[in-house]
């Protein structure tokens, strides 16, 4: 480099010569189309890095756009539920996923979101019932977690348990309606898995943790906020047999990245978010999956579990 700084010095300071003024432009368009050749390779591979390190090669299972009745492709399951206690006619023997649009209405997602916000609001914002929120609007989380059966609530690095902490005033924040329409979409949400994987229904129990989720674009602080790594339900939660989502939100709408992935050698299977679609698969290794990091806004989502075992069952919440 120093070599090359002296050759383009001696060039420049040469008496003014017809030669002389041709070399110059000639260095001086080689020079600037060398800059714009490394300014668009260094675009394009920090582009090429970008998708690859957070997609990779997808393939799109569901289109936000589109209405499904119902898309269901099967795979073969994994040996994940040998190592647990069978049940006929209910531990998984057909294995798959499926995306459907026509079980809970946008109408139904929107106000059961509005549940969901005043819950996190609890969480995240000032005022409320005797100023009693936990947190700042400033202090708000990457990834939050509300779940209305245990109470738990994310506040910063910690959970707190909301029906301890509001005590009866939870009852000026939520309703008796609320808890009723949550219990309504959970009830659609399992039969429409067990029409899918012709279970009986009586054999599926809904089991924890089953929670609404926040997600939004600020720097993840704590590991609980890496939302993003790859991962499988049966593994993480033993519990679990079936899981489902139901998103709240609309992916390029209210939010951006944020798409659910199954993960798979060649090409990932990508889920575009749609309020009021539920997504659901066997838990197993079968169905590996990660969620794409929120670029903008906030995607809203509840995960609903089902386990085959009854003594990881658990009830729906109640209004009391």
């Known amino acids: 480099m120093p070599s090359c700084i002296l050759v383009m010095v001696v060039v420049f300071s040469v008496p003014s010569t017809k030669k ?21 390779a260094l675009a394009l591979i920090l582009i090429w890095s970008r998708l690859g390190a957070d997609d990779g090669v997808a393939q799109v299972l569901a289109r936000r756009g589109e209405v499904l009745e119902g898309r269901f492709i099967e795979v073969p399951c994994s040996e994940d539920y040998d190592g ?52 700042r609007s400033h202090e708000m989380l990457q990834a939050s977690i509300l779940d209305l059966h245990s109470g738990a609530l994310s506040v910063g690095k910690h959970f707190v348990n909301l029906y301890r902490f509001f005590g009866d005033k939870i009852q000026t924040i939520f309703s008796e309606e609320d808890f009723q329409l949550y219990r309504d979409v959970r009830r659609k949400v399992q039969l429409a898995i067990t029409e899918a994987f012709g279970l009986r229904a009586s054999a599926l129990c809904l089991t924890k943790p089953t929670f609404f989720s926040r997600i939004n674009s600020t720097e993840a602080r704590t590991a609980h906020d890496e939302y993003w790594h790859a991962h499988v339900d049966k593994v993480t939660y033993g519990s679990f047999d079936y899981t489902s989502l139901l998103y709240l939100s609309d992916y390029q709408e209210d939010f ?52 085959c075992n009854p003594d990881h069952g658990i009830e729906d919440p109640a209004f009391t």
């Open 84 to 135: 647990y206690r069978r049940f006929e006619g209910c531990t998984p023997r057909k294995c798959g996923r499926g995306v459907t649009d026509v079980v809970i209405s946008r109408e139904e997602a929107e106000r059961i979101r509005r549940v969901a916000e005043k819950g996190f609001s609890l969480g995240g914002s000032d005022g409320g019932p005797a100023g009693q929120q936990v947190t």
């Open 20 to 40: 002389d003024r041709e070399l110059r432009e000639a260095w001086r368009a080689r020079l600037k189309s060398l800059g714009l050749g490394a300014a668009l």
């Open 256 to 307: 951006g990245g944020g798409r659910f992935m199954f993960v798979e050698e060649g090409a990932n299977k990508t889920v575009e978010p749609r309020a009021g679609r539920v997504s659901f698969f066997t838990s197993g290794s079968e169905n590996l999956h990660r969620v794409e990091k929120v670029r903008w806004g906030t995607r809203y989502a509840i995960t609903i579990a089902f386990t």
